[in-house]
C-alpha cells in the first residue's frame, strides 16, 4: 500500500491480537508504513504469518508473548519493545475474547461469561493505558481501540461484546480528555471487516454472508490490511495530530446512523 | 401524574435513584424498592430478593439507577488500583448485566425498563474514564436487551442526566454522602432555565409508560436541559 509509505517510518507500535483477522490486516498496515511492530499474541508460534505479513509489507516484525488478560505478559511485551528500539509511539489494542463470535443467551448466562469478555476488552483496555502511559507521553504517541459497530448499535445475539464495545468508546473519550494535555491522542475504530469467523461462514454458509454483504452499500465486507488498515495508520501517524476522542466507523457504509 | 402500575425501583439508596422511589410513592404509586445494601452484581441475593418483593405477581414497570453516586472519585487512570478500577468501571457494569437479567423474569409483557444514567459518556469526562466507560457500557447493553425484549413488547429505553443531578436527587445541597461531586467541566450552558432533574426524570417516566410511548424502544433521552446536544 503505497499510500501508507512512511507515515511511520522508525515509529514502535503494539498491535494485540495479532495472530490473525482484522489485527493481522493492521500489523500488516503499519509494516506498509514503515513501523518496527510488535505483534502482540498469546501463542508466539500463531504468529509467523503475520510477521512475514509486515516484513513483506516492508515493516520490522517483532514477535511478543502478549496475552492481555495477564498483567505481566502485557508489560513485558511493552518493556521489550522499549528496550529493544528505545521507544513506543503507539498501541494498537484488537484483541478480544476468544468467544467474541459466539451467541450470548442474556437471559440464562452467568457472569463467567461476561468475565470473559470484560477481561480482555475492558480490564485490558485498562491496564494497556497505564503500562504504555509514561512511554507514550515522551513520543506523543497515540492509543487506538478497535471498537465494533456492535458497542454503538448493541446487537441482540451479543450483548456482551456490544457491552464491552461501548466501554472502550467511553473510555475513549474520556482518556482523550484526560490525556490531551500530554500531547497523547486516544481513538478508536470501529471496522466491519472479513473475520477468521466470517471466513468460515463464506464456506458453510455462503448464503448467509451475501446477505450481509448485501447490507453493505460498498458490497462487500472490509478487507483487514487494505481497508481497515490504513485508517488505523492514519489514526496513529502524525497526519492525524489533531484528531482525538473520536470512533472511526469502517463499514463500507454498512452503519450510517451511529 | 400518578398511575396504577407497579413500579419496581432498583437504586443504591441515594442519588436521583432514590428521589424518584420516593416522589412516585408519595404521588400515590405502588413502588416495589429493592433494599439498597443489597449486592448488584450477586446474581443469586438479586434473584432472591426480586423474587421475594414482586412474590407471585410481575411489574409493570422498571426504574434501575444502579450506579452508586457514592464511589464516584474523581482520578487520573494512572493512579488507579485493579480494584478501585473493578469497583469504578466493572462492578457497574457486572450489576447492570446481573440486574436486568433478574428484571426479564419479574417484568409483565408490555412493560417498560428506564435506565437512569448520567450524561458524562456523551462527551468523556477527564478523571472519570472508569465512570465513562461504565455509563456507555450499560447504555448499550440496554439496547441490546431492547432488541431482545422486543417480542415482549417490553421497552428498554434510558434517560440520562447531569452528574450533579444523578449524585445529588433531590438533595441538591447535599455532598453526595461526603464523596463531592466531581467537577465537569462546562461543555455547554443548558438552554433551558435551570429546574429539578428530579421532575424531569419523572415526565419522562410517566411518558414511556404511556401506550403512546410503546414504540419508543433503544432510546436514549437526554434530560439536561439542552446542555448536551448530541450531534
Known amino acids: 500500500m503505497s499510500g ?45 504469518e503475520t510477521a512475514a505479513d509486515v516484513a513483506a509489507a ?13 498483567a505481566g505478559q502485557s508489560a513485558a511485551a511493552i518493556a521489550q519493545l522499549v528496550s529493544d528500539y528505545g521507544r513506543l509511539d503507539a498501541v494498537v489494542h484488537n484483541a478480544v475474547s476468544g468467544r467474541s463470535s459466539e451467541a450470548t443467551d442474556f437471559e440464562n448466562t452467568t457472569l463467567e461469561e461476561w468475565e470473559d469478555h470484560a477481561s480482555v476488552t475492558v480490564r485490558a483496555t485498562w491496564r494497556l493505558a497505564v503500562q504504555a502511559y509514561p512511554h507514550l507521553q515522551k513520543t506523543q504517541g497515540a492509543y487506538l481501540l478497535m471498537s465494533s459497530p456492535a458497542g454503538i448499535e448493541g446487537s441482540e445475539r451479543a450483548p456482551f461484546y456490544s457491552a464491552v464495545k461501548a466501554a472502550q468508546r467511553g473510555f475513549v473519550r474520556a482518556l482523550a480528555r484526560e490525556w490531551g494535555p500530554d500531547h497523547i491522542r486516544v481513538n478508536s475504530v470501529a471496522p466491519l471487516a472479513i473475520s477468521p469467523a466470517l471466513e468460515n461462514m463464506k464456506i458453510l454458509e ?23 488498515g490504513p485508517p488505523s495508520v492514519f489514526l496513529c501517524s502524525d497526519e492525524a495530530r489533531y484528531v482525538t476522542g473520536q470512533t472511526l466507523v469502517v463499514s463500507g457504509g454498512r452503519f450510517t446512523s451511529l | 401524574m400518578a398511575t396504577s402500575s407497579r413500579t419496581l425501583v432498583i437504586t443504591t439508596g441515594s442519588g436521583i435513584g432514590a428521589s424518584v422511589a420516593e416522589r412516585l410513592r408519595d404521588r400515590g404509586d405502588v413502588v416495589i424498592e429493592a433494599d439498597p445494601s443489597l449486592d448488584l452484581a450477586d446474581a443469586h441475593a438479586v434473584s ?8 407471585s405477581e410481575t411489574v409493570d414497570r422498571v426504574v434501575l439507577a444502579a450506579i452508586d453516586p457514592a464511589a464516584f472519585r474523581a482520578a487520573p487512570i494512572t493512579s488507579l ?15 447492570a448485566f446481573v440486574v436486568l437479567q433478574q428484571v426479564h423474569t419479574v417484568i409483565a409483557d408490555g412493560g417498560c425498563v428506564v435506565l437512569i444514567l448520567p450524561t458524562v459518556a456523551t462527551t468523556g469526562v477527564a478523571d472519570l474514564v472508569p465512570l465513562c ?22 421497552t428498554v429505553n434510558t434517560i440520562e442526566v447531569e452528574l450533579a443531578a444523578f449524585m445529588l436527587g433531590d ?14 467541566p462546562v461543555l455547554g450552558q443548558p438552554a433551558l432555565p435551570p429546574g429539578s432533574a428530579v421532575d424531569d426524570v419523572l415526565g419522562l417516566l410517566d411518558m414511556l409508560a404511556m401506550p403512546a410511548a410503546a414504540a419508543i424502544t433503544g432510546a436514549l433521552l437526554v434530560a439536561d436541559r439542552g446542555t448536551v446536544m448530541q450531534p
Open chain 1, 4 to 48: 501508507l509509505q512512511g507515515l511511520m517510518e522508525g515509529r514502535v507500535v503494539l498491535v494485540t491480537g495479532a495472530g490473525a483477522g482484522v489485527g493481522r490486516g493492521v500489523s500488516a498496515a503499519f509494516g506498509s508504513a514503515g513501523a518496527i511492530v510488535g505483534i502482540g499474541v498469546r501463542r508466539p508460534e500463531a504468529a509467523e
Open chain 1, 58 to 70: 516492508g515493516g520490522t516484525p517483532v514477535i511478543l508473548r502478549c496475552d492481555v488478560t495477564d
Open chain 1, 206 to 228: 455462503p448464503e448467509r454472508v451475501k446477505r450481509i454483504e448485501g447490507l453493505v452499500p460498498l458490497g462487500r465486507l472490509g478487507d483487514p490490511e487494505t481497508d481497515i
Open chain 2, 48 to 55: 432472591g430478593a426480586l423474587g421475594s418483593l414482586v412474590g
Open chain 2, 81 to 95: 488500583s485493579e480494584e478501585e478500577w473493578d469497583q469504578a468501571a466493572e462492578y457497574p457494569m457486572r450489576a
Open chain 2, 133 to 154: 466507560s461504565a455509563v456507555e457500557a450499560i447504555r448499550v447493553m440496554a439496547k441490546a436487551v431492547a432488541r431482545r425484549w422486543g417480542a415482549r413488547s417490553i
Open chain 2, 171 to 184: 438533595d441538591v445541597e447535599g455532598d453526595a454522602g461526603g464523596v463531592g461531586v466531581p467537577v465537569v
